[in-house]
């Protein structure tokens, strides 16, 4: 056993002091956000009416690399961070590979996943505003959870609309929200002018994430002193999300460790964007190169089956448009899918990187990466949630390439979080109930016909 | 601020090599366990028909302080340990007081609790004895979530017997032993003769712990290769929970701190056990003082409340007889406690400190529990498990008396796990439907008049 411990714990004055901005170091940027109604660029002054106004700042900033985080985030912060990178030598043994397996595990709070990292930040900015609370969507819970917490630390009021699917298989996060003092309504509800009418338009629909974000902007938008916050997809969560790669970074760093692969999965590419832009910087700048691997469900494969065109944020199509790898807004996630990463589109930053080709993607079927995680739960002793399992299910595979090929490559993967509110999909995956599912060519041609015309 | 960081984390280095044996440094000695068909000591022989050898000998060992960890269960540990030890500053600030408040949180681990302690150690021994499986009971599901992964690690057969109060509760713990390869029965059930007979005797019964023990012994001793393993009470337990208190006075050490008040949650008093022994070996020895707390639900106050008397440990009269602090093993708890800690007994030694005057007990009502564990979970980012959440409780209780004072006590409690799978208790807490048992000193009287004739 080599001398590398099992959990690489950075010392409290290691937390990274800026957030890294890979927007900055990009020659090519993001496409510009558009506003809805005239199609041109967004100004801050616009996005302050949706967001509080340094998160507006922020969500436009493609110049700073860094961006110094807040005394007061970064004292939050210490409450669960620096968080371990483990190196998985269970998993290792399990799988007789030679690769090195890392991974980032971002659960070890009560949110229970990296959420929480851009939570703390928008409520902090949101209470600087002098707000009243925030609005936001939910689709796992996760987000939801996350910044309930945040908003209970900042004494913000904090209203959550969770996708239906989600609010009925996952009755205890709503709880864990609630006992953080939030309020949670199921979406689409009739409490919005645009959640009544998804219900018209789609009776006894799932809900889904888009849902979710039309019904938060609209509540969040009609209220003083409120604005709308949201957990991925936007550059400023991703800002946010940062810490994550730069500690992995700083870890790795530390016991002179070079990362061959890199894997996170993907939904809005929140996680997954803040795991590698610190090694993506590197990249840019020419310093180093990675293999980087965006894990999606072969259910919702915006990256891999998609289209890069400006598209709604939201199914209500109140959000500004953004270019992205998109399904088309108005793609409905099938509720067979158990895990979050239900969501048509893909951060800006993201599908930038992916169209110039600096990350590859791969879609995933569900009951694979159950097995990745009973396996996974079983030998490291962490029950994952689904969506981190999809990168554990690529890491897996990564591994048993290099034990055919014998190759000694250190693979790093980002946990994201824990499962223990998903035990309904685990019951599904050990009754031998669940299934895959795959949208057909019809079904995404349907509904990226609808794409707009920008 | 002080130099003292969020988080003490031990190197891995600094993992305990042996456990401490408390009842070593024991000048009397707990009574010894009774044969209750001999009503003499029981033999080690005795005892192996139950557990595994080498735990037998473990449990009537007086005489060894230090026994050395097995260094493939060193390794396991190296999962998930050393845990860290958490300065409360959050909480400290909310509360306002001079104490510099301490937790050992033992609840970064899938099981969710520090029951993997003793769970990974009981079954190595019993894979090194050549066994095909155990058997268990398990009462909030922490026990037989942590034998399940130990159980899958050491690929053992693991069969759950599941109160049934909390079987209905909480159907995802079921699943995530499920996930781990286990059995799960709820307990009463038909599949024993003491099932049987005690669903014959209550009908409608929610189960205890105590019937649980009585037929999972049952099952184990009637099955070729299995054996009985049990997460609380014994002496081997506690042996093995010691590495919480030798990692905790340990990262005190380090930093020069000496703690003042130390405060642990008892139900059968496996944590409290090994939280408090090398800090009461050293009380024991002479060497230093501690004002030590045990906390117990108002709705099952075996310390508070309970006789110091042999009785049986389980409610179907199989076990070997313990003296301990008991309500009588014919107690039934009441379902409307949420949470763990449901034991009409205590551990052996744990009763005869307490009966020695080497600690005090405190008996705290539920609904006062659950806002200790609201406050805590919105400034300390844990959502604790209600058991967990008896000790908080009281932490903040004795914080709250150094406001008063000024003083500047160094405060170190257990918090042994989290409470993911608690939701319905919280859910009932944040709808106002919680309301607090105590039992009838005629209640207690009537099941105390049935202890055995020693």
Redesign the interface.
Known sequence: MSNI???I?L??NELPKDWYNVRADMKKKPAPILNPATLKPVTVDELSHIFCHELALQELNDTDAYIPIPDEIREFY???RPSPLVRAY?LEKKLGTPAHIYYKFEG?????SHK?NSAIAQAYYAKKQGLKGVTTETGAGQWGTALS?AC??FDLACHVYMVKVSYEQK??RR??M????ASVTPSPSMDTEIGRKINAEFPGTNGSLGCAISEAVEAATSKEGYRYVLGSVLSQVLLHQSVIGLETKAALDKYGIKADTIIGCAGGGSNLGGLISPFVGEMLRGEADYDIIAVEPASCPSLTRGKYAYDFCDTGKVCPLAKMYTLGSGFMPSANHAGGLRYHGMSSVVSELYDQGLLSARAVEQTSVFEAA?MF???????PAPESSHAIRVAIDEALKCKETGEEKNIVFGLTG?G??D??A??K??DGDMSDYIPSDAELEKSLSQLPQV
């Open positions: 411990p099992y959990k714990y010392e409290e210490k409450m669960y269970f070890n709070n009560t949110s229970g929480l917490m209970a630390y009755p205890f709880e864990v609630r006992t953080f003092g009973e739960s079983r030998v490291e002793g962490i029950l824990t223990y509110f035990m309904v685990y019951q995956f050990n």
